[in-house]
């Protein structure tokens, strides 16, 4: 009987219920143990979470006192535009051109015509403005901030506000003792045509709506235009006229 008692004490110790039936907080739930009766505590004031410090609210929004600011939050060096450079053309150039005028692939390819940056505008826009469209978006164009580091925006900004100087360099913006080409000459010693770097002119597309909102018919390709074969010749004596070739979407139009 003894042996029995000690093996049933044995065993109801090691079936204690106390992780079971310890006291815990439910999520959602209210409990008695605060005075508040709230089991979820609110966050102790002036703590952050991890990497998400943002002291300079400047750097991280664009925004001074609610407008958005007129100034780099760091120098700007030739590493910096560099990098700005870089990031330019991975992210932008597909909609706004390596030259920022609005013209990239995407247009070529019947999307809408992005913003050009040497409209008056874009040229008179505060720095914080470029930074804000990148971190939220504006008309069309999504967000980038999940793409794009806040350190990189600000550099990209940097690299559009050199394209928009560029524009309208003149010799007195020049450093003494700098070499100067015109874009043509460099182009052609990259194995391009003097025209590469003028302003681009795209043909019209399906999307373009005529005077009466009706859409554009693209006439085809000229049998001279070198994209298309002629077309063979006819058995019948009837004369057909040729219609005028569409410009080709990568002909640069001189200035």
Known sequence: MAAASTILLISGLGCRQDMHDEPKFFPQRGTDFYADGRSARPQVDNTVARNQLHADTYFYTGFINGKEGDGMPFPVTMKVLERGQERYNIYCTPCHARVGNGMGMIVDRGYAHASDYHTARLEAAPLGHFFN????GYGAMPDYSAQIT????????????????SQ??????????AHVEPLSSIAES?????????????????FD????????????????????PAAPATSDSTTATTPAAAPAGN???KQ
């Open 168 to 177: 309208k360099a003149t010799q007195a913006d020049v450093p003494a003792g």
């Open 190 to 206: 990259e194995g391009l045509p003097p025209n590469f770097a003028a302003q681009w002119v795209l043909p019209p597309t399906a």
């Open 150 to 165: 806040p350190v990189d925006r600000w550099a990209i900004v940097a690299y559009i506000k050199a394209l928009q100087l």
């Open 251 to 253: 002909t640069a139009a």
């Open 209 to 228: 709506a005529t005077p009466d909102n009706q859409p554009h018919v693209l006439p085809p390709p000229s049998p001279n235009s070198g994209n298309t």
């Open 133 to 136: 469209v990148m971190s939220n």
